[in-house]
């Protein structure tokens, strides 16, 4: 018998495209042919289509990686660094400043490099990340006794506090 949660899982589609190409697949797939062909055939129809449709997009790829391995190979072969070209998630300042002058990139590059420890990210950083020595449930309750902790500590100083008026309530009514 399947666990109660597995029936709502659906089927996943075997022929999963790029989220443009899948429009061609099913305007031009999908809703002219799947419905009447026999499914190897219709299968083989969409692997030769998605094929042709793919390939352009795969030669460009393939060509701009050969350029890059080939620029890459010829730097190690002088001693140089792979790739000398800082790209903007790489920088710590945000956008580099362009030589077209963009304003917002010369900002961001003027400011200098930024401070995390400063600007309190690191601090996020590390409240925000689990704790993964330890289970969750165990920070939990390691949390709950703190603040156990902390309303027993209030409940005394209340009480004290309680005590504390009532003795000079009697002192007062004895002191009369």
Not at 20 to 32: G, K, Q, S
Request: glycine share 6%.
């Amino acid at each position: 018998m399947k666990a109660p949660s597995t029936r709502y899982n659906s089927k996943t589609d075997a022929l999963i495209h790029s989220p443009a190409l899948n429009l061609i697949e099913i305007f031009f797939l999908v809703l002219p042919f799947e419905w009447w062909m026999p499914k190897h055939r219709y299968e083989r129809l969409n692997h030769y289509v998605m094929g042709v449709i793919y390939s352009p997009l795969l030669l460009v790829t393939a060509f701009i990686e050969t350029r890059q391995a080939e620029l890459i190979t010829r730097n190690r072969k002088r001693g140089e660094a792979d790739d000398d070209t800082t790209e903007e998630w790489e920088s710590p300042f945000g956008l580099e400043s362009q030589p077209d002058g963009d304003t917002a990139a010369n900002a961001n590059a003027t400011n200098g490099p930024v401070d995390f420890e400063n600007e309190g990210w690191a601090q996020r950083c590390r409240d925000t990340t689990p704790n993964i020595e330890t289970e969750a449930v165990v920070v939990e309750i390691n949390n709950l006794k703190t603040q156990l902790e902390e309303v027993k500590e209030l409940v005394k100083r209340m009480v004290r506090e309680r005590d504390d008026k009532e003795d000079g309530a009697e002192e007062d009514k004895g002191g009369e």
